[in-house]
Structures are given as structure tokens and as C-alpha cells.
């Protein structure tokens, strides 16, 4: 099915473990972005990628990492997954500038 | 300061009310504007864009000012189903446009 579809939706993992959340578009969409929720917060923004092989920091970076070598995905890794990093993580999709952006529906992480 | 504030509420309004939802903007070199609608935690959907002509689809408003860096949000003989948080999202300009988003704003129409 086209969209954008995160996996897996619900997650628990014990704290100092890695940990990847994977995130594929089939719109062949240039940007990309992982967002965390939590409470009192909304919506941060952790990396964004414009295109394969680009990506950048956002505003709370810090104990994650992405790659994006082809297009179509962009996996977050936690190298070692701290209890502040329990969130809903979202990822989303735009073609770029004016566009609004799509989103997944959610990966639910608890870090025990 | 947050790049993009809203005020969380919560909104309590009973059905049938007109409510309005506010959101201000720091970057005034942002280009686009949206609203989207967020239901219990689900991922955010695209509720409508906003233009500085304004625009309307059914219940809904939504304005623009620029010079003001202010954008609303107009909802009209609210539904039940209206429920949900409502977050404010401005693109960012700076080389890439990121979607910034402010924290939401609750809203809970009952009967």
C-alpha cells in the first residue's frame, strides 16, 4: 500500500540495549523527519534528512541515530536506549518546502 | 521561546459552540502554515492549510497575518466528534523547510 508505514508500532526494551525504529515512504518524497511526542512537549523534532545520503540534527538529537542510504527509508537507531527516551516517535514525509508533511502512525517505545 | 506557541487549553465548549484556537509564529521568514488535527496520540493529519487570504472548508477557518505572525483557527457549531488536539504547524525556512510544530491545543466538546 503507498503511504508511509513505521514499524514495529509498539516496542519495550531494557535500558542500555540499541534499538532501531524503521520508517518507509513509497511517494519517493525528498524530505524526512523523526519526531518524538511526549507530554507537556509536543512535537520534537530529533533528525531530518532532505535527501538520501543528507541528513541533519534537530532539536533534541542527543543518544539517537539515522541513516538514510536509499529514498524510500529512514531508520532511527537508539545506541543505547535511556528511560527519558520512552515516547511516541513519529516519522513523516514531504516533497519539501510549501508541502505539508504525512505522517506514520506511531512507534510506541518504553525503555525499561 | 518556542518557534511556534500555542495555548494548550483544554478548551471545554459544549456542542454547537464557536471556539477559537490562536498560534503565534517566531520566524517570520516561514513560508507555510498548517493545521492539523491529532486524535489520543495517533499521528497528526493535515487539517487545512493556511493562506493569508484566509480559507475556509465547511466549519472550519483558518487566517493568516503576517505581520502579526499570528495564525487562528475558527471552528463553528462545534461537533462531538471535533474532539482531539489541534496543533499549529509552521514550515521553517533555513535551507530545508522543517515542519515545527507548537505543543497543541485541547479541545472537548460535550453534549
Known amino acids: 500500500d503507498a503511504g508511509i508505514t513505521q514499524s514495529p508500532r509498539y516496542k519495550i526494551t531494557e535500558t542500555g540495549r540499541q534499538v532501531t525504529l524503521m520508517c518507509h515512504q513509497t511517494?519517493?518524497?525528498?524530505?524526512m523527519f523523526w519526531y518524538r511526542q511526549d507530554l507537556g512537549h509536543g512535537l520534537r523534532l530529533i533528525y531530518y534528512s532532505a535527501a538520501a545520503d543528507i541528513t541533519d540534527k534537530g532539536e533534541v538529537p542527543d543518544g539517537y541515530v539515522v541513516s538514510r542510504s536509499k529514498t524510500e527509508n529512514f531508520p532511527l537507531t537508539l545506541e543505547s536506549a535511556t528511560r527519558s527516551q520512552t515516547s511516541v516517535y513519529f516519522c513523516?514525509?514531504?516533497?519539501?518546502?510549501?508541502?505539508?508533511?504525512?505522517f506514520g502512525q506511531g512507534t510506541r517505545l518504553t525503555v525499561v | 521561546r518556542k518557534e511556534v506557541e500555542q495555548d494548550p487549553g483544554p478548551f471545554n465548549v459544549p456542542e454547537g459552540a464557536t471556539v477559537a484556537f490562536n498560534c503565534t509564529y517566531s520566524n517570520s521568514a516561514s513560508q507555510s502554515f498548517f493545521w492539523y488535527r491529532q486524535d489520543c496520540r495517533k499521528e497528526p493529519k493535515l487539517l487545512m492549510s493556511?493562506?493569508?487570504s484566509g480559507n475556509e472548508d465547511g466549519r472550519f477557518t483558518a487566517q493568516l497575518n503576517r505581520a502579526s505572525q499570528y495564525i487562528s483557527l475558527l471552528i463553528r457549531d462545534s461537533k462531538l466528534s471535533d474532539s482531539a488536539t489541534y496543533l499549529c504547524v509552521v514550515n521553517v525556512a533555513g535551507g530545508s523547510y522543517i515542519p515545527t510544530f507548537g505543543r497543541g491545543t485541547s479541545l472537548i466538546v460535550h453534549p
Open positions: 493556511v493562506y493569508s
Open positions: 513523516a514525509s514531504t516533497t519539501g518546502s510549501y508541502t505539508e508533511a504525512f
Open positions: 511517494w519517493s518524497h525528498s524530505y
